[in-house]
Each structure stands twice: as C-alpha cells, then as structure tokens.
C-alpha cells in the first residue's frame, strides 16, 4: 500500500542514481509510511485490540492494568514507538529490539511498545 501511494506521487526511495540523489523523496515515502502505519495500528487496536494479523493469529492487544480495549490515546503511543524508528532509521533493527524484548520481559512478555504504552498482547482463543 506504501508503495502503491508513494508510486502514485512519483516519490519512490529504490530509484538510486548516485548523480542524483534526492533525500526529500526518501523522506516523503518514510513519512507517509509512517501515518499509514501508525493510522492502521491505532485504529484497529482502538476499535478492537486487534489489527489483523492479531485476529488471525487469536491475539488482542490490552491494557494491562484492566484488559479492556486501548483507548485513542493509549493506542497512539503504542503504535508511535513501534513504527517512528521503523520508518525513518532501523526497520529491521527496531523490529529486532522492539519485538524481541518480548522474549526476555518478564512477566508479561512485553515489546518496548507495550512497555511504553502499559499494554499487552493477550490470547483470545
């Protein structure tokens, strides 16, 4: 969908020609990744706690003091850790890291985003 949208408005970061480089072009398509990215997750985390890869994997994203649903705001902070370093710098790093710390937080299993944002991510099935 990135691709698509940023191809459209002729804004596509894999054109390298080293006599010409355009930064802005690199930039634009990070910054509409990244309201993309972060208008999906936010959305759908808020509406249900899942986006859809949660519901097809039977996993929901909850507040962890109370389980109930993410609110707006709680939802946005989640989703701006996860996905600001994701689009502008280290996306394969950051997912590393982020997700990664799961496998080690203890109890709960928590990314740094859920750490940021006091959600975590629980089974529905």
């Known amino acids: ?5 940023t191809w459209g408005f002729g804004v596509n970061e894999y054109d390298v020609d080293t006599d010409k480089i355009q930064y802005g072009k690199s930039f634009g398509q990070s910054l509409i990744a990244l309201l993309l990215y972060v208008g999906y997750d936010t959305f759908l985390t808020t509406r249900s706690g899942q986006t859809l890869g949660k519901k097809w ?33 280290c996306a394969c790093i950051w997912t590393a890291i982020a997700g990664g710390w799961s496998f080690f937080d203890k109890p709960y299993k928590q990314g740094l985003h859920d750490k940021a944002a006091k959600t975590v991510v629980v089974s529905t099935g």
Request: include cysteine.
């Open 57 to 89: 994997l039977h996993l929901r994203v909850a507040n962890l003091d109370n389980g109930s649903t993410p609110s707006v705001q709680t939802s946005l902070v989640r989703a701006l850790v996860l996905w600001v370093p994701f689009a502008f710098c």
């Open 1 to 5: 969908v990135v691709w698509l949208l």
